[in-house]
C-alpha cells in the first residue's frame, strides 16, 4: 500500500541554521500538508498546498516558513532561520480528489538546539 | 469554526475490555470528522471518517464511532481492547478549507 514518507526522521540543528524537510506524498494525491506537533501539545496546522501555489497557511507559517514541491515527487519545508520555538515533530499528509480523507508521513522530529 | 475536544487525555482498560474515547466537536455546519492513531514513532493512520452517509461509522482493527449530531459528540470506541491498542487517538475535524484542526488526544493504555 502506498505511504507518505519523510527524511529525515530526525533532525538536530542550531538555532539560527535553516533546515529542510522533506516528504514524498503519494503519487497521485494532489493536495499537501505541513502540521506540527510541538512536545506536549496538540497537532497544529502549518500549510496547504495545491496546483503548485499555498492554499492556506496559519498564523504559524510566517515569512521564515517556506513550502516548494520542486520536481513533482518531492514535497519541501524549509525553515530559514529556526529557533528553539521550533522544535517539534513535523508531519506531512497529502489527499487525493475528490475526498478530504489525509494520509500520514511518520513525521520528522526537529530539535533544535 | 470548527473545533474538537477530547475529553481525556488518558484512558486506561484492562485487555478484553470495552474501549471509550470521548470526542465533542464545535463546527457551523455537517462537518466530516475522523479518528487517527498514533502509534509509538509512527505515523497518524486513519482510522474511520464521518461523512454524513451513516452515523455509525466503522473502522479498522474493531473500532467503530457513533455521530451524534444532538450531543455534538463522535466518540470512539471497541468492544473489547487489546494490547495492540495501546496508542495515542486524535479526533479531527476538517475545518473546510483544506485543513484538518486535531483534538488533543487521547493516550489509551491496555492493561494485561
Known amino acids: 500500500e502506498p505511504e507518505v514518507t519523510q527524511t529525515p526522521s530526525h533532525q538536530v540543528t542550531q538555532m539560527g541554521q535553516e533546515v529542510i524537510l522533506r516528504c514524498v506524498p503519494i503519487?497521485?494525491?494532489?493536495?499537501f500538508y505541513w502540521y506540527r506537533q510541538i512536545l506536549g501539545q496538540k497537532v497544529e496546522f502549518l500549510v496547504s498546498?495545491?496546483?503548485?501555489?499555498?492554499?492556506?497557511k496559519s498564523e504559524i507559517f510566517d515569512d521564515q516558513f517556506s513550502v516548494e514541491r520542486p520536481d513533482g515527487s518531492n514535497f519541501t519545508l524549509k525553515i530559514r532561520s529556526t529557533k528553539l520555538e521550533d522544535s517539534a515533530m513535523y508531519f506531512c499528509?497529502?489527499?487525493?480528489?475528490?475526498?478530504?480523507?489525509?494520509?500520514f508521513g511518520p513525521g520528522t522530529r526537529l530539535t533544535v538546539l | 469554526a470548527q473545533s474538537v475536544t477530547q475529553l481525556d487525555s488518558h484512558v486506561s482498560v484492562s485487555e478484553g475490555t470495552p474501549v471509550l474515547l470521548r470526542c465533542n466537536y464545535s463546527?457551523?455546519?455537517?462537518?466530516?470528522l475522523f479518528w487517527y492513531v498514533q502509534h509509538p514513532n509512527k505515523g497518524l493512520q486513519l482510522l474511520l471518517k464521518?461523512?454524513?452517509?451513516?452515523?455509525l461509522v466503522k473502522g479498522i482493527n474493531g473500532f467503530e464511532a457513533e455521530f451524534k449530531k444532538s450531543e455534538t459528540s463522535f466518540h470512539l470506541t471497541k468492544p473489547s481492547a487489546h494490547m495492540s491498542d495501546a496508542a495515542e487517538y486524535f479526533c479531527?475535524?476538517?475545518?473546510?478549507?483544506?485543513?484538518?484542526?486535531f483534538g488533543t488526544g487521547t493516550r489509551l493504555k491496555v492493561l494485561a
Open positions: 498546498f495545491y496546483n503548485n501555489e499555498i492554499s492556506e
Open positions: 463546527s457551523s455546519y455537517s462537518p466530516s
Open positions: 479531527v475535524v476538517n475545518g473546510g478549507t483544506y485543513k484538518y484542526i
Open positions: 464521518y461523512t454524513s452517509a451513516a452515523t
Open positions: 503519487s497521485n494525491h494532489l493536495y
Open positions: 499528509a497529502s489527499n487525493p480528489p475528490f475526498t478530504d480523507t489525509q494520509y
